[in-house]
Antibody, heavy 115, light 112 residues
Framework: QVQLVESGGGVVQPGRSLRLSCAAS????????MHWVRQAPGKGLEWVAV????????YYADSVKGRFTISRDNSKNTLYLEMSSLRVEDTAVYYC????????WGQGTLVTVSS | DIIMTQTPLSSPVTLGQPASISCRSS???????????LTWLQQRPGQPPRLLIY???NRFSGVPDRFSGSGAGTDFTLKISRVEAEDVGVYYC?????????FGQGTKVEIK
């Protein structure tokens, strides 16, 4: 069955960096577009970034452009989100989700940016 | 950016009664390929979101048939024919016709 497992979250100070991972299994990872979506505590969903099947195209929300980098390693069936210059407002649960239909989601990993 | 506006933001419903959520986009969601990429998600308390409906009216695998989607262009509706206790949660519409992908604010469905 399709499984997405995020990891890498934690507490980090403003201005620091963090890398999130999303391990995929149960499907041919290299065939699918992948997204990162985040949810601040008690708030709604906010799209963060998307990466094409082969990594050839990447798009970002304006709120993270220039600070976050999405990437993937199809040989390891893993999606990444490199986050730098973190701000307090980046505090959220970060989910990875499969394809433009967002048909499968991971359980999420919590990132807390606080001094 | 396409703005997605949901109404109502809160919907208290009696068990067994219908519920309806409206989603309006600030511009047409018809893609150049002719498809309309409007999706409905359900998020139960403490859970990640789950896909319910894609491309306006297509139920995802395992979604009960009491859920239905309709609409066109800029106006869309999610209906629950008879609300059950397990339907409590927040429902989001989202569009993937154009980047950036955007979500509605969410509609909280709760039992009266």
């Amino acid at each position: 069955q399709v499984q997405l497992v995020e990891s890498g979250g934690g507490v980090v100070q403003p201005g620091r960096s963090l890398r999130l991972s999303c391990a995929a299994s149960g499907f041919t990872f290299s065939n699918y577009v992948m997204h990162w979506v985040r949810q601040a505590p008690g708030k709604g969903l906010e799209w963060v970034a998307v990466i094409w099947y082969d990594g050839s195209n990447k798009y970002y929300a304006d709120s993270v452009k220039g600070r976050f980098t999405i990437s993937r390693d199809n040989s390891k069936n893993t999606l990444y989100l490199e986050m730098s210059s973190l701000r307090v407002e980046d505090t959220a649960v970060y989910y990875c989700a499969r394809t433009d239909g967002l048909d499968y989601w991971g359980q999420g990993t919590l990132v807390t940016v606080s001094s | 950016d396409i703005i997605m506006t949901q109404t109502p933001l809160s919907s208290p419903v009696t068990l067994g009664q219908p519920a309806s959520i409206s989603c309006r986009s600030s511009q047409s969601l018809v893609h150049s390929d002719g498809n309309t990429y409007l999706t409905w998600l359900q998020q139960r308390p403490g859970q990640p979101p789950r896909l319910l409906i894609y491309r306006i009216s297509n139920r995802f695998s395992g979604v009960p048939d009491r859920f239905s989607g309709s609409g066109a262009g800029t106006d869309f509706t999610l209906k629950i024919s008879r609300v059950e206790a397990e339907d409590v949660g927040v429902y989001y519409c989202t569009q993937s016709t154009q980047f950036p992908r955007t979500f509605g604010q969410g509609t909280k469905v709760e039992i009266k």
